[in-house]
């Protein structure tokens, strides 16, 4: 029996008023119990956020391995360094969302997304790939769930059911999968002007360009013959979502080359196809990375920055001083970092200290552009 109590989020931000485990946890793994016991061998988790999932799950399938997404790179770091903290013989793949995760599976044990787009991209992947007597069984916080997601799931299982609540968590089982007849729904793709954004279901923003991001578009495009700007040979977008700021500055300035990293796969995979749809992939690499950790310090003359201001459903700035700290450890000396975030953070002070002096390149009603040199 695991002790979710000795879960850590680690090396996930952590902070007391973050956990590494919620009820739903408890209520999916009491809910599938019965149907991953019968199905040792065809057990899929997705969504598990910090390990409570599989190591739970793991208690349940006699040594069979178990086949795991999970879209944020620390929940996989985060599953293993719990599995060996807590001593657990647990067999796991961590697969990426694509058929081979789901194919011919029994059981899926789905924390729910907040977004209907990753939910409609999981749910038809499932029902494509899986057996046809594949049972999923879905959890989320109450407060977080919505009556469209019954629809979502609807549209490609003959059979959703709630379940009762507990500890302001539900859970909705659905049977019968309904596979499509046409092309996959995802990844889409919409043209913006000369750019092309492809997005998978999960990643931020989706197909569209977020307003923080068209801010630092537009005061990157400002200053484009800047030294700073014109002059950069090697760049990292840091925490690329779908990759708009690393192919823009592409395309805008040839000689450059761009590493977009960001933790999540579903934000990786769509910069990489973004970035093939605007014909700079031999310049742009899209890569899987924690803040960059991959990456040689001091090997950035410029790094992009749009950073997050949650953590999860939580309003937290921990991921955001993060990312300053990875900024800070790529950059060069004299290297910039352009950063874009939403004016009541103030988060000048923090790049002042982390990476050096900083000055404002643009600011709107909610947005703040700014400029700093490594020193």
């Known amino acids: 029996m695991i002790d979710f109590d000795q879960l850590r989020r680690w090396p996930d931000v952590e902070a007391p008023e973050l956990v590494a485990y919620d009820a739903t946890d408890r209520l999916l793994l009491d809910t599938a119990r019965e149907a991953v016991v019968a199905h040792p061998d065809g057990v899929v988790v997705i969504g598990d956020r910090h390990g409570a999932l ?5 208690d349940l399938v006699d040594g069979a391995e178990l086949r795991v997404h999970q ?7 985060a599953l293993a360094a719990n599995a060996e903290a807590l001593g657990v013989e647990a067999r796991w793949r ?11 599976a029994r059981v899926v044990l789905l924390q729910l997304p907040r977004g209907l787009d990753a939910l409609d991209e999981i749910a038809e992947l499932v029902a494509a790939h899986a057996h046809p007597d594949v049972v999923v069984v879905a959890g989320g916080r109450v407060k977080h769930m919505t009556i469209a997601m019954n629809g979502v799931l609807g549209r490609h299982f003959g059979d959703v059911r709630a379940g009762l609540a507990r500890q302001k968590s539900r859970v909705l089982t659905a049977t019968s999968p309904s596979p499509g007849s046409g092309d996959p729904a995802w990844p889409q793709r919409r043209r913006h002007g000369d750019l092309v954004v492809v997005a998978h279901g999960a990643a931020f923003a ?8 068209r801010a630092l578009l537009a005061a990157l495009s400002a200053e484009a013959d800047a030294p700073g700007l014109a002059q950069a040979a090697h760049v990292v977008d840091l925490g690329c979502g779908t990759g708009v700021l690393g192919a823009s500055f592409a395309l805008a300035h040839p000689a450059a080359r761009v590493v977009a990293t960001d933790q999540s796969w579903a934000a990786v995979a769509s910069a990489r196809l973004t970035a093939e749809a605007n014909g700079v992939a ?3 690499e899209a890569r899987r990375d924690d803040a960059g950790a991959s990456l040689p310090a001091g090997s950035a003359d410029l790094v ?9 459903a939580a309003v937290h700035a921990g991921i955001a ?3 300053f700290d990875g900024a800070a450890r790529l950059l060069r000396p004299g290297g910039e970092l352009w950063c874009v975030w939403n004016s009541h953070l103030g988060y000048r002070a923090a790049l002042e200290r982390t990476v050096g002096p900083t000055r404002q390149a643009a600011r709107g009603p909610k947005f703040t552009v700014t400029v700093s040199t490594r020193r």
């Open 54 to 58: 599989a190591l739970g799950a793991s």
């Open 71 to 77: 879209d944020a790179l620390s929940g996989e770091l």
């Open 94 to 104: 961590s697969l990426p969302l694509e058929p081979d995760l789901v194919a011919d």
């Open 206 to 213: 989706g197909t569209s360009i977020d307003v923080g991001t």
């Open 282 to 284: 031999g310049r742009v």
């Open 304 to 312: 992009l920055l749009n950073p997050p201001f949650h953590v999860g």
């Open 321 to 323: 001083h993060k990312l």
